[in-house]
T-cell receptor, first 115, second 111 residues
Framework: NAGVMQNPRHLVRRRGQEARLRCSPM?????VYWYRQLPEEGLKFMVY????????ESGMPKERFSAEFPKEGPSILRIQQVVRGDSAAYFC?????????????FGPGTRLTVT | DAKTTQPTSMDCAEGRAANLPCNHS???????VYWYRQIHSQGPQYIIH???NNETNEMASLIITEDRKSSTLILPHATLRDTAVYYC????????????FGTGTLLAVQP
């Protein structure tokens, strides 16, 4: 059973470009979460999605960031007009449900570097 | 979600049990205790979770005190590969399932 997959693993973008990060949840999981880890800092929640719906986006920056989880295909975290401060590791996690003692399983992350 | 308090760092000899404490004195009755770890630069890894009873799986054991104000994660035979930051998180699974990571405990397993 494949785990959570993220691609690309490393992404380099120049300031002003767009970054698209993809996350394929574990098989059978319909809940996806995105977290960000800035250099030398802790993990911060960004957004929680269930198929085609954003459930909680309280951790998303108000501008330039968006996320989606379409009916078919992976979840996408999109960062428009990237700036150096967006350089970080972005982790995706998935869970089978949103209730009960559901555990989240994390992918290996995408390391974004903005030059 | 209740706040947790963990020691900043701990050492453990390889092959010995590692006991990682966590205080969550303001935990409410329906909040679960979760443990995750992050090995350097990798994605966090789920370890174990529990509500009231002690739990054990192939990775670790979780001991929750009767009043639920604290818990201990036990790695029975620590190896060098267990060196990581360990996070204790308490939360109520519900409409929002975000995990709030604190600073965790850096466990260094020594040869």
């Amino acid at each position: 059973n494949a785990g959570v997959m993220q691609n690309p693993r490393h992404l380099v973008r120049r300031r002003g470009q767009e970054a698209r990060l993809r996350c394929s949840p574990m098989k059978g999981h319909s809940h996806v979460y995105w977290y960000r880890q800035l250099p030398e800092e802790g993990l911060k929640f960004m957004v929680y999605l269930q198929k085609e719906n954003i459930i909680d986006e309280s951790g998303m920056p108000k501008e330039r960031f968006s996320a989606e989880f379409p009916k078919e295909g992976p979840s996408i975290l999109r960062i428009q007009q990237v700036v150096r401060g967006d350089s970080a590791a972005y982790f995706c996690a998935s869970s089978v449900s949103g209730t009960g003692g559901n555990e989240q399983y994390f992918g290996p992350g995408t390391r974004l570097t903005v030059t | 979600d209740a706040k947790t308090t963990q020691p900043t760092s701990m050492d453990c000899a390889e092959g010995r049990a590692a006991n990682l404490p966590c205080n969550h004195s303001t935990i409410s009755g329906n909040e679960y205790v979760y443990w995750y770890r992050q090995i350097h630069s990798q994605g966090p890894q789920y370890i174990i979770h529990g509500l009231k009873n002690n739990e054990t799986n192939e990775m670790a054991s979780l001991i929750i005190t009767e009043d639920r104000k604290s818990s201990t994660l036990i790695l029975p035979h620590a190896t060098l590969r267990d060196t990581a930051v360990y996070y204790c998180i308490v939360r109520v699974p519900g409409a929002t399932n975000k995990l709030i990571f604190g600073t965790g405990t850096l466990l260094a397993v020594q040869p």
